[in-house]
Nanobody
Framework: QVQLVESGGGLVQAGGSLRLSCAAS????????VAWFRQAPGKEREFVAA????????YYADSATGRFAISRDNAKNTVYLQMNSLNPEDTAVYYC???????????????????WGQGTQVTVSS
């Protein structure tokens, strides 16, 4: 069992940066692939970024490529999402998710993720 708790959200001006953190509990977290999803008001939850259990392989949505960076520290059981050059379209609740996987391939399908955090709000003002 893995429990996830996100933090680091807040209000930021367009062009600014935020770093989200996702703290995980559970001794097996290092064997889980992780991802960030987001959900804006009135929209479906969408994939943002993912990384493998080792953190060596990553994948990004087009909207995040070049601006966001996902990373993890298995010694600290923590996943990060560094977000730069934020714009109002990035406003959403951001969720951390995990799935047990030692594969090098990554999933962008939210239905494949077993564990979810409660989300953290990111608001970007223009």
């Amino acid at each position: 069992q893995v429990q996830l708790v996100e933090s680091g959200g807040g209000l930021v001006q367009a062009g600014g940066s935020l770093r989200l953190s996702c703290a995980a509990s559970g001794r097996t977290f290092s064997s889980h692939a992780v991802a960030w999803f987001r959900q804006a008001p009135g929209k479906e939850r969408e994939f943002v970024a993912a990384c493998t259990w080792s953190g060596f392989d990553t994948y990004y949505a087009d909207s995040a490529t070049g601006r966001f960076a996902i990373s993890r520290d298995n010694a600290k059981n923590t996943v990060y999402l560094q977000m730069n050059s934020l714009n109002p379209e990035d406003t959403a609740v951001y969720y951390c998710a995990a799935r047990r996987s030692l594969a090098t391939s990554l999933s962008t399908d939210l239905k494949t993720y077993e564990y979810w955090g409660q989300g953290t709000q990111v608001t970007v003002s223009s």
